[in-house]
DNA sequence: CTGTTAGCGCCTTCAT
DNA sequence: ATGAAGGCGCTAACAG
C-alpha cells in the first residue's frame, strides 16, 4: 500500500529525521572505516537506518572521500580458463576485504589494453590488478610514474610490484617429473615469449633437464600461443615425425596440453601409454579428461592474497611456490 | 618536470579556464548524449579537453544525472566456460554502446544472489542481467515490484523480460541428429531441475524421440547438475551395465558431455564408436577435444543483444534459434 | 548558444 | 559527542 515510499530512495536526511539527529551525526556512525560506537544514539541510528533500507550512495560518497572500494582488475580474456579463476580469486579476496572487484577484458592488444585502463581509471577504481604484463610492456612503467596504485599478477614486466606464482620453480617440478620417469627425448611447449611465466617455466624446466643430464635441442622448444589451437599445432609439429618424436613434453598451460594430447590422438597415439603429457596451472578441467592431465597446480587464492597485500603498501615480487599434481597422462618409460 | 601539473586531476573548471568560457558550456560540448555541435566553441573546447587531458568525474557525474552508464551482471560463476562466453558477449555488446559491464558471481544460493544483487544496485548500476534465474526463485518477481530495470539471460523464470537460446529447438536438433542415426536406446543427461534451460531442453528431445517412435524411459532420463562431474557421474551410472546400455546419450550441457565422455573412455567405450555423444553450447573447448564433440552452438552475441534492447524498454521473452555442429564423436549406429 | 544559480548525497572541517 | 556549514565535480533549470 505505501508503493510509493518504497520506491522512494532513503538518503542520510530521512534517517536523520527520523532518528531525531543530524545528518552528520548519522554520517559518523553509519562510517563503516572507524569502529562502530556503542552508544546508545549510535545503536539508535543503526537500527532505524536498518528499518528504513538506507543505503548509502556509492557516487556522493566516493565524490567526497575520494575512494571507492572498488579495484579494477584486467585480463586478457575471461574465456581463458586460468584467468577465469584468476579472476574469481580476486573477486573473492577483495569482498573478504570489503572491497569489489571489477574486472575488464583487452584481448592481447597492448592499445586496448591503454583504452581498458583508462576505462577502469574513470570509474575511480582504487587500485588496479593487472594479469596482462608484457616483458616489453610500457604501461606499468606509465602507471608508475603516474602514481596510479597497482600490482602485476600470473606475469611480470620485472619492476612493478608483482605477485606470481613460482614458474621457475613449477617449471622445474614438472620436467623433474618426466625425467624422474626416465624420459630422455622430452620436448617443451611454452607460451608466449613476451610473457614471463612462459620464460620462467621453460627456464625452470632447463634446469631439470641439466641436472638429469637430457638434452634439450632448440627444435624440441616451441614457443607459441596460450590457446588450445597454439598447442594443437605445437603438438602437430612435434609428433608427425615417428623417427624424431619426442617420448614425453611439457606443455606449460593446460590449453596447451589439451591440444597436444588432441594431436596426439589424432596421430593415434595414446597419451600415457605412447607419449607422456605434463600440463600446468592444473585447471578443473585437467583431471576430468578422458585421460587425466598430470599438472602443476597453481596457487590462485594465494596470488590473489599477495596481490592485494601489494596494492596496500608498495612491495616487492612475491612467488607462490606450485604443487605437481601426477595423474595417468604421464608414465614411466616403457624401456 | 612539470610532474605536479601532471598528478592534479583536470576538472570541467579547468578546461573552462582555459578556454575562456563558462564551467556549463564545457559540461555541454562535452555531454556525449547529445549531438556534438560544430560551433567554433566547441571544437576550440573540445580541443583543449583533450589538451589537458580531461577526464569526466563519473562520479560526480552520476551523482547528478542519475544515470551511470553501467550494467551489472549476475552470473553464478566466470569459472563455468558458459557463463564466461555470456558474459564477455554482454562485456562486448555493452562497450558497443558505450555502456559498461560489471559482473559479480553469486554461485547457486539464492541468499548469496540476492547479496550480490544488492551491492550491483548500490553501485547505481542502470540495470542488471541475471543469468541465474531459478523457476521457483523469487528475485525476479521483487526487481519488478521495486521497479529495477533487469532482464534474465540464458534462463527465464517465465515472467521476467528474457533473452534465451531456443532450447527447445536445441533440445529437438539434438535427439533429431542421433534418432537420424539410427540409434533407438538413447539416453538424456539434463541439467538442473531448476533451470528452464534444462526442462526445455529436454522437452525438445522427448519432441523428437515421439516423431521417431523412440522411447525414452525414465530411467533414461537424469537431472544433475552442469558441471563435469555431474556428467561423469551420470555417464558412469548410464554405461556400467553392459545389457542395459544406451547407444547415445544426449548430454543437455558440453561440461556434462566432457564427464560423460571420460565415463565411456573409464568403461573402456570409444566415444563416436562404441558410443555415441552429443553436447550443448558448442563452447570452444568441444571442438578441440580428442574426440571432437557434437554440440548445439548457442548464440552468445545474438542473446547479448537482445538482452540489452529488453532493458532499454519492457519487453517480452526471446529465443535465439540454435545450430547443430556435427563433429566425431556422434556416427551412425553400427547396425 | 551562453552564463548564472542550485543543488545531487555525502563527508569533513569547525565550532559548540 | 554533536550540529552547522561548505564543497567534492558535475548537470539541469533558468535567464539572458
Known sequence: MDEEQERHVVTLKDVAAASGVSISTVSRVLDDRTPPSRSSTAEKVRRVADELGYRRNMFASGLRRGATGTIGVLVPRLTDHVMALMFEAIERTARARG??????????????????????????????????????????????????????????????????????AGGYFAARHLVDLGHREIAVVTGPWFTSSARDRLAGARRAFAEGGVELPDARVISTGYGIESGHL??????????????????????????VVAAASAAGLTVGRDVSVVGYNDIPLAGMLPVPLTSVRTAFDQIAASALDLLGGPGPITRALPTLIPRASTAALAR
Request: hydrophobic residues 40%.
Open 99 to 168: 572491497s569489489f572487484a571489477v574486472v575488464a577484458t583487452c584481448g592481447d592488444d597492448p592499445a586496448e589494453e591503454r583504452r581498458a585502463t583508462e576505462t577502469l581509471l574513470d570509474r575511480n577504481v582504487d587500485g588496479l590488478v593487472l594479469a596482462t604484463a608484457r616483458l616489453d610492456d610500457t604501461l606499468p612503467a606509465s602507471l608508475r610514474e603516474r602514481g596510479v596504485p597497482h600490482v602485476l599478477v600470473l606475469r611480470t614486466d620485472g619492476v612493478s610490484p608483482s605477485a606470481l606464482g613460482d614458474d621457475e
Open 234 to 259: 605445437a603438438g602437430r609439429s612435434l609428433l608427425e615425425d615417428a623417427a624424431s618424436r619426442p617420448t614425453a613434453i611439457f606443455a606449460a598451460n593446460d590449453n596447451l596440453a589439451i591440444g
